[in-house]
């Protein structure tokens, strides 16, 4: 499955920033907001960022 992220805001803000963050071949996004990353929740709830760690989850594939 190719899930897509979407940020829902109107303008930019530090909570919408992230840095990506090579993992395995993969990219894990880190929150410039609260320096923790982006969690899929295994595709079954909305993004969060709020691990601190880079896991399963965690990672991305990045696609053009």
Known sequence: DNELIFVL???Q???TQFELV???GLL???SLSN???L???NGNRNARANRTAI???ERFDWTR
């Open 9 to 11: 805001r109107d303008t």
């Open 13 to 15: 803000h530090i909570r």
């Open 22 to 24: 090579e993992s395995n």
């Open 28 to 30: 894990a996004l880190k």
């Open 35 to 37: 320096g923790r990353y």
């Open 39 to 41: 969690s899929s929740e």
């Open 55 to 57: 896991g399963a989850w």
